[in-house]
């Protein structure tokens, strides 16, 4: 079985293209999604024993918590220590999952891939991009995002421009689903042929 990384800037369409990979067939683990499974459930008492104050009714107050760690490195780094270990467990039971289904070629969709070392784990890397100026108007349409918090939040990824050159394959979502869907169909042609590659 092949694992594919897929990961990109926000606002680049990395969601879309995720749910495509879907659409053709192919099991899907969405760590952002995992994420917030575990903000509902056993992440909980961990967080809020660490940030007092960022959960209520049994679950994180996402946005109480992002506040307090999106400008505190010691503090973000204190959160990933408690949400990664939790994310590989998850992750290595889809890959069972996955193994006894046969499947052979799953994508794993993680944001912060590389910023992770995540590269590593994985036979091969689409980086999904689009313009900058795409990129911006996504997310500030959206409406729930300041000029300031998504400068904050693209600091800490790394440029687009690093992970297209350091991608085995690169989805470009500027020009609409259809070409989308192509680039998937020639990647997946591609990707079982390749050697298995993560470490």
């Not at 990109?8 to 683990?29: D, H, N, Q, R, W």
């Not at 918590?65 to 010691?74: G, K, N, Q, T």
């Not at 794993?108 to 910023?115: I, M, Q, R, T």
């Amino acid at each position: 079985m092949k694992i594919l990384g897929l990961t990109g800037s926000i606002g680049m369409g990395k969601s879309t293209t995720a749910k495509l990979f879907a659409e053709a067939g192919i099991p899907v683990y969405d760590a952002d999604a995992t994420v917030h499974l575990l903000y509902e459930g056993e992440a909980v008492p961990l967080i809020e024993a660490a940030f007092p104050g960022t959960a209520a009714n049994g679950k994180v107050d996402r946005p109480l918590l992002s506040a307090r760690v999106v400008h505190d490195a010691a503090a973000m780094k204190r959160l990933e220590g408690i949400v990664h270990p939790l994310l590989g467990a998850s992750r290595q039971k889809f890959f069972e999952d996955a193994e006894r289904s046969g499947a052979p070629v799953v994508v794993v969709d993680v944001p912060l891939l590389y910023e992770t070392g995540g590269e590593k784990r994985v036979d091969a890397v689409v980086v999904v991009t689009t313009s900058p100026e795409n990129q911006r108007e996504r997310i500030l349409a959206r409406g729930t995002m300041t000029h300031e918090a998504l400068d904050a939040i693209l600091a800490r990824q790394l440029p687009d421009a690093e992970k297209r050159r350091r991608a085995d394959f690169v989805v470009d979502t500027s020009h609409g689903l259809d070409p989308v869907r192509a680039q998937i169909r020639d990647i997946l042609q591609q990707v079982v042929r390749m050697p298995q590659r993560r470490t």
